[in-house]
């Protein structure tokens, strides 16, 4: 069975950090495009980040985050995080990690989310 569980989520006021951390297991890892995807109440899914398979390591970010968060991977423990510093309140929203076979945002797996806050 496929699993992708997040976790780190929190509340934090404006330009604090958060870390989010999601461990997969039932796939080979290290073969899939990573991505963090968010949803903000009343909105839907919104790409975030992306990040190669193997050890690559290219990362992608959507222009709203760009500068302020950071994806990277470990193959070996099948995690993948998402730094995020300078938070602002537009970035409350249910985070979720997800895992493709390829860069086209094909989410075939994804987590069950975790909540970030970012209010005063």
């Known amino acids: 069975e496929v699993q992708l569980v997040e976790s780190g989520g929190g509340s934090v006021q404006p330009g604090g950090s958060l870390r989010l951390s999601c461990t997969g297991s039932?796939?080979?890892?290290?073969?899939?495009?990573m991505y963090w995807v968010r949803q903000a109440p009343g909105k839907e899914l919104e790409w975030v980040s992306t990040?190669?398979?193997?050890?690559?390591?290219?990362?992608y970010y959507a222009d709203s985050v760009k500068g302020r968060f950071a994806i990277s991977r470990n193959n070996v423990n099948y995690t993948v995080w998402m730094q995020m510093d300078s938070l602002k309140p537009e970035d409350t929203a249910v985070y979720y990690c997800?895992?493709?076979?390829?860069?086209?945002?094909?989410?075939?797996?994804r987590g069950q989310g975790t909540q970030v806050t970012v209010s005063s």
């Open positions: 997800a895992a493709g076979a390829t860069s086209a945002r094909d989410y075939l797996y």
């Open positions: 039932g796939f080979t890892f290290r073969n899939y495009w």
């Open positions: 990040i190669s398979p193997g050890s690559t390591n290219r990362d």
